[in-house]
């Protein structure tokens, strides 16, 4: 049995071969892991914050959540997951969940990056000074 030590270098291992093999694909135009990555973040994070995260475009069938990925209508809480780490995809993400008025359902909004962040804190932080970015 592992430690947790190991077990948690073998996870770390895993997920950095996992987002490198998203990067690759996502080069190639293939994006089908990507949506069951979000899967796999729902399913963690409902367990790490007892979230009842769901896919939004799955779950409202007939409503299309551009923007937005996944959501818990009980604690207000939805994310963007995406491999795209563009401040123009940020923009872009924050743009919709303002115009579709998200944040009557949703009042907090979160970024998942499949893969490595970039360093554009400052830059968000005064395009929208009501959003705590981190």
């Given at each position: 049995?592992?430690?947790?030590?190991?077990?948690?270098?073998k996870?770390?291992?895993?997920?950095?071969?996992?987002?490198?093999?998203?990067?690759?694909?996502?080069?190639?135009?293939?994006?089908?892991?990507?949506?069951?990555?979000?899967?796999?973040?729902?399913?963690?994070?409902?367990?790490?914050?007892d979230?009842?995260?769901?896919?939004?475009?799955?779950?409202k069938?007939?409503?299309?959540?551009?923007?937005?990925?996944?959501?818990?209508?009980?604690?207000?809480?939805?994310?963007?997951?995406?491999?795209?780490?563009?401040?123009?995809?940020?923009?872009?993400?924050?743009?919709?969940?303002?115009?579709?008025?998200?944040?009557?359902?949703?009042?907090?909004?979160?970024?998942?990056?499949?893969?490595?962040?970039?360093?554009?804190?400052?830059?968000?932080?005064?395009?929208?000074?009501?959003?705590?970015?981190?």
């Open positions: 049995m592992l430690d947790e030590v190991s077990l948690d270098a996870i770390s291992s895993l997920l950095a071969i996992l987002f490198k093999t998203v990067e690759n694909d996502n080069s190639m135009g293939y994006t089908t892991l990507n949506k069951k990555i979000q899967l796999l973040y729902a399913f963690l994070l409902n367990i790490i914050y979230y009842q995260l769901i896919d939004l475009d799955r779950e069938r007939g409503i299309l959540f551009t923007g937005i990925d996944l959501g818990d209508n009980v604690k207000g809480v939805c994310y963007q997951v995406t491999s795209d780490n563009s401040l123009e995809k940020i923009k872009e993400t924050i743009n919709k969940y303002n115009n579709k008025k998200y944040y009557n359902d949703y009042p907090v909004l979160n970024h998942i990056i499949i893969g490595t962040k970039k360093n554009y804190t400052g830059t968000v932080t005064k395009m929208w000074k009501s959003f705590f970015f981190n």
